[in-house]
């Protein structure tokens, strides 16, 4: 009798819930023809699981698979945004209705929480937002949230052969959160992070507001510049400043297996990569081969750029980094853009128009996390870890050298505030195609494991965190309720000192907390 009345209540429950979840979203799109809009019709943008394409639309934009199952949550609407205008009345009706927005602008959120929630939400969509308005003669551009970061890179080369922009490798990553966490690439030694060279930004604020730099003040400013837009509002465009790039630049992949010295190599890495010249910035990925014997072993890629010609280049190698190797064979002269390509995993003479491709096919599944290293590693620790690595499968390591222009700009300037004194930043990722309950369950233990055994090595006090690799493992609030002391445990680690100046311009711009999520700034 008590099993029949607990299975009675939890339909009743759930049909409570579907009928409330109805309403909801009923009011949603009543709201939204009272609001003022373009001459796009809104309902145009609009899919609700009426629709035949809800599904396609809904996946267009996932970049991991683990948040595209059966049972994860599906929102009850999407707004594909064809306008500004429709992002205004989107967080206008949502706020009325009291539904969840998350916001998507290219679908790499690391947890999916730019499209995955566990309360009544709406996705909106920026992908349709994607204008690049360059002007080369006040080196500047305008770039819409849901362009990417491949379709910047291509129509800055298409006005210039000689400006450039330190914006990510994949380019695939949509500009709205690249940027707002904090984005870098392999430029960042020499011209820092994306919100390093960032003059002005436009975003609907909770009362549906368009503000600029000037309207929304500097406090504003400055924590969306880092601190991640998606807690104080929806970002629709971002003002860059272009930089200078040379007419060719270089790029080079030296890989060295355990056994052929990668140790000694590596370890003199840590020494050499963070004190080179600016212009070089020498990335390294540890992946797990087998050997020329047929045994599992750890291979390294040294993979570089250096923004000027290869016979400048490789005596400069020769001197401070001998280990390596560098030869003028390994080298290969292109110009700035063809080199985007090159650290998107392209050939050589992949065309400049890949770059606007956007996401095909379902994405692997994967989970990342991150660290930061302020002392070399020793050789023996090192050997810890590889042989860690040995008994997993499919997993990396990816070290990014600091120094150079990160180390000249003080940790409070933006929120992101990883900065002088770090040697390297290293991302976690382990990946995978099979689904299942037990293969998730086995590569998110290789992740963390990996993880827990670098311990001893990585920043402590906390333990920092590079926000854009996004991890709930180091703290999550409940949905709809973000607590402070919950929010102080994630937000030291990913903003060190910064966590206190965010949460009071949270306070000011969103007091209720409308723009949430489980890592989101808290007002107090």
């Not at 860059?240 to 052929?260: D, G, H, M, S």
């Not at 409940?478 to 903003?495: C, D, I, L, P, W």
Request: proline share 6%.
């Amino acid at each position: 009798m008590k099993v029949r009345v607990l299975f009675v209540l939890s339909v009743l429950s759930l049909l409570v819930s579907w009928t409330t979840s109805d309403l909801v979203l009923t009011g949603f799109l009543q709201c939204l023809p009272k609001q003022p809009l373009s001459a796009y019709p809104i309902f145009e943008a609009i899919y609700t699981h009426e629709n035949t394409s809800f599904q396609s639309v809904l996946l267009g934009y996932i970049r991991n698979s683990r948040y595209s199952t059966l049972a994860t949550p599906k929102p009850l609407a999407i707004v594909t945004a064809l306008h500004e205008s429709h992002v205004q009345a989107t967080v206008i009706c949502a706020k009325q209705q009291g539904l969840q927005i998350r916001t998507r602008s290219g679908g790499h959120d690391y947890e999916g929480l730019s499209y995955v929630s566990d309360v009544p939400f709406i996705i909106l969509d920026m992908f349709n937002l994607r204008s690049i308005d360059i002007d080369v003669a006040d080196e500047s551009a305008w770039v819409q949230a849901g362009a990417t970061i491949g379709e910047l890179y291509y129509e800055i080369a298409n006005k210039s052969k000689v400006h450039g922009f330190p914006a990510g490798a994949c380019p695939t990553v949509g500009i709205g959160g690249h940027f707002s966490g904090g984005g870098y690439g392999p430029m960042m030694r020499k011209y820092g992070l994306t919100v390093d060279n960032i003059e002005d930004a436009k975003l609907v604020n909770v009362n549906g507001t368009i503000l600029d730099r000037n309207s929304m003040g500097e406090d504003l400013f400055w924590a969306i510049r880092g601190g991640g837009g998606a807690s104080f509002g929806v970002i629709l465009s971002w003002k860059i400043r272009l930089l200078p790039v040379p007419a060719n630049v270089t790029v080079f992949n030296v890989k060295r297996t355990w056994e052929q010295g990668a140790l000694n190599v590596i370890y003199k890495w840590q020494y050499v990569a963070p004190k080179l010249l600016d212009e070089i910035f020498i990335r390294a990925i540890m992946r797990l081969k087998n050997s020329t014997e047929g045994k599992k072993t750890v291979e390294v890629s040294f993979v570089g750029l250096f923004l000027g010609q290869r016979d400048k280049l490789v005596p400069l190698m020769n001197e401070s980094f001998p280990e390596l190797g560098l030869q003028l064979k390994y080298c290969f002269e292109m110009s700035w853009v063809e080199s985007t390509l090159f650290w998107a995993d392209q050939p050589i003479g992949t065309p400049v128009n890949f770059l606007l491709n956007r996401p095909q096919g379902p994405p692997n599944f994967f989970k990342s996390k991150s660290d930061y290293v302020k002392e070399p590693i020793p050789k023996q620790g090192i050997e810890s870890i590889w042989q860690m690595m040995l008994k997993m499968d499919k997993v990396l390591m990816q070290w990014n050298p600091y120094g150079g222009r990160m180390s000249m700009i003080p940790e409070w300037e933006t929120p992101f505030p990883h900065r002088d004194g770090n040697l390297f930043l290293i991302q976690y990722v382990t990946y995978w195609v099979e689904e299942g309950a037990e293969t998730l369950k086995q590569h998110l233990g290789f992740v963390r494991k990996l993880y827990e055994g670098m311990t001893l090595y990585v920043s402590k006090s906390p333990r920092e965190a590079f926000q854009n690799y996004r991890d709930l493992d180091i703290g999550a609030n409940r949905q709809n309720h973000t607590e402070f002391e919950t929010a102080k445990v994630y937000g030291s680690k990913y903003f060190k000192g910064n966590f206190d100046r965010l949460v009071r311009v949270k306070v000011m711009v969103d007091p209720c907390n409308f723009f949430n999520n489980e890592q989101s700034i808290p007002p107090r």
